[in-house]
């Protein structure tokens, strides 16, 4: 597998990211989704990576810096036919070395309580992030769960 910074202008990675949208708000009431639009991933601040087996895009990923010293994971997927295949270890290990390198110190995540998003949480767990409060501007929510690792 090959991860590679993308910059978002192909209609593959446009329809994947459409897709997740359409899942999120399927899974998440409206005033509890954050998931970022594709035009929100093209901001300056975001770093957003694909994942190809061979010519297959089977995953994506992003920061947004925060400050100076942290930034936010975003936009994780997994293409839902390789779901438990590695492709999300395999990335969440190079968004945290490349995190590292862009001189972050601490990398945080918003993501669901829903039993939908049990997986992701495990996965950050075996990452090392840990259950922590609001950061950048999130508030409290019942639908959402706030995690982060330092770098």
């Known amino acids: 597998m090959k991860i590679e910074v993308d910059d978002l202008t192909g ?3 446009a329809g994947f ?7 999120m708000r399927s899974i998440t009431p409206p005033e509890s989704k954050h998931t970022l639009d594709l035009g929100a991933l093209r901001e300056p601040e975001v770093t957003f ?3 190809r087996d061979g010519d297959v895009l ?6 947004k810096r925060l400050d100076a010293g942290h ?3 975003k936009s994780m997927r997994t293409a839902p036919l390789r779901k438990r295949g590695g492709v999300g270890s395999l990335l969440l290990e190079h968004i945290i070395t490349e995190a590292t390198r862009m001189g972050f110190t ?12 049990l997986p992701a949480r495990k996965l950050y767990e075996k990452f ?3 259950h922590c409060e609001p950061f950048a501007g999130y508030r409290p929510d019942p639908n959402s769960t706030f995690m982060t690792k330092q770098l």
């Not at 089977?58 to 920061?63: H, K, L, M, P």
């Not at 601490?106 to 998003?117: D, H, I, P, V």
């Open 106 to 117: 601490r990398l945080s995540l918003e993501t669901g309580t829903a039993e939908f998003f």
């Open 11 to 13: 209609p593959e990675i």
């Open 71 to 73: 930034a936010e994971l």
């Open 128 to 130: 090392g992030f840990s």
């Open 17 to 23: 990211l459409d897709e997740h949208v359409q899942q």
């Open 49 to 51: 990576w694909s994942v």
């Open 58 to 63: 089977v995953g994506c990923g992003a920061i």
